[in-house]
């Protein structure tokens, strides 16, 4: 018989190496044995609550708190000790630190100035620079005669300007009201893919981790709880937190009855496989977005299908392309859910409260997770 040819190829060495990287503030752990690969030409999102560590993670990166243990390599070479003047990176941060006595041309040239280049050359690449982020007239303002988007640009500009061959963003968009914000993320991935740059920004928005980065590093206390893809992270949460964190999430007490099945109410449900005992307690988890809703008198197969039940409708909030609506369900022993429904759906099964209707919670979107974790 033929054996199955392999196409696997060797993966690339990673640009970044981080090797059990350990930071302490007295006797607190703000980072506990962390590492991490991150390879050349990657977006790169650390994300997490307030004090999960992230941003001294990032700072560990940078050499602006140096790590009390772990190594740090940069294309192959040891950056561990090294100052951060000594490093090659751009930074960018929240609070954009321009020097606010100089001009926007000024700002950009800065770092560009201490490598001796010409005047000429500097002036071509702060021109180019200003072109790439669509701010060629706005070279002879200062800082303060800008909008903050406008700043947040000349910031990233600036970081820029030397070639770093990795980008380092803190929390760079926080600043901004939610409409820059949403036009910023999308100018800076743009930029960001153009020049290939391998990029690392902090950010505590899932939103902005999820539509610009290539992988997600979800930290808590210190640690990594979960690195993956956008998708992975959302659909394939490895543990409760992440799936709690990252998006809504319906969760309801349960036990284990087998490796693909659980018990909540009254009922049994039918759920993605997990590997924990029978009778353990669980939390049993799905999406808004993930049930499906069949409306009142819904026909008896679907009655009859694997879970579905009735669910009371409590109360409903229209939030513009979809209707997120409060479920209340006996079955599942009065588990409150909540579902978010299109438009055309609630119109379509005249949803509305205080109907019964019939909800289905499909197996593969179920997700089990060991209680109190």
Known sequence: MNQPQTTDSPRPTPFLQI???????????????????VFEGEFVCFLGPSGCGKTTFLRAIAGLDIQTAGTVHQAGKDISALPPSERDFGIVFQSYALFPNLTVAKNIAFGLENQKLGKDDIAKRVAKLLELVNLPDQAKKYPAQLSGGEQQRVALTRALATSPGLLLLDEPLSALDAKVRTYLRHEMK???????????????DQEEALTMADRIVVMNHGVIEQVGTPTEIYRRPDTLFVADFIGEMNQVAGRAVSGDCCAVGECTLATRTFDLRSEQ???????????VPHGAGAPDDVERAENTFAAAVETMEFLGSFWRVSLNSRTLGNAAL????????????NIAIGESITVELPAKRILVFPAGR
Do not use: C
């Open 338 to 349: 909540t579902a978010d429904m299109s438009i055309n759906a609630v119109r379509r099964m």
């Open 190 to 204: 743009t930029l960001q893919r153009r020049l290939g740059v391998t990029t690392i920004m902090v950010t505590h």
């Open 19 to 37: 090797d059990r990287l350990r930071k302490k503030f007295g006797d607190f752990v703000a980072l506990d044995d962390v590492s991490l690969d």
């Open 281 to 291: 307690p669980v939390v049993v988890a799905i999406r808004p977005e993930d049930i």
